[in-house]
């Protein structure tokens, strides 16, 4: 995997008949690729050369968000908080579409280094960037960077869920008709409405989720999944035992 650069799962690997591989990818493209290995046209042929081209350009990239994410990770462990910004900076400049080095960017300033003026600036920054984008995930994501994680005791409190009601507002007309994205993005709008002090607004959002999510056809492991973490956030938020079809959750112990 690592010589070939493969990083994703499942992959497939064809070897030919002079022992060569002939065809490194998802296996979903075998049912094309392999008639035309087993006749001897594809090794040869001009597409099989762009198809390799463009798996190595994808997995040079791979490979070198896995060595700064290597590095952020070993500069966080011996708090080298300059080597750790550096590196994030890095990555938020050579991969402007990964949500992970702007999370790794707050999380690092706010949680770690407890910096909570450079923290708002960064979270400032994730915000203008998932609103220029108008992407559900992205605003999901700097929702729960500014209300799941951290002490938030030393930022402005009042900007903080001013920018909160703007991301939530966004992300509820942009909600898409996919359950899992559906599910995720309601835990982090019930969140902010949670932490707000509307907390019916956010039981209204989990219960709207659970019937969205319940309806839709998924796996019955994978909907178990999330209809449980939805019942879950909506049994703390209620203070009760909450049931939806065959599940029932009870409240959490209070401590």
Known sequence: MDASLSFGVPQAFVVDRDGS???IGDPDELKFILPRVIDGSW???AEAKNAESERIAEGELDALEKALL???RAATEIEDWKTTLSAIEEGINLFPDSINFHQWHV???IGRMRDMDAGWIALGQFARNAI???SEDWLSAVLEQLFGWYDYSGLPSAERFSMGKELSERILRLYQQQALSRADSSLSVALYYHESGDNGRAVDVLEQALKFVDGESLPEVEKE???LQLLHTLAEYKGEQ???GKYCVPPPKQP
Request: proline residues 0%.
């Open 21 to 23: 591989i002939a065809f």
């Open 43 to 45: 090794r040869a042929s």
């Open 70 to 72: 290597r590095r952020i």
């Open 107 to 109: 999380g690092t300033l």
């Open 132 to 134: 220029e984008r108008n």
């Open 225 to 227: 999944v999330w209809l």
């Open 242 to 244: 909450v049931c939806h």
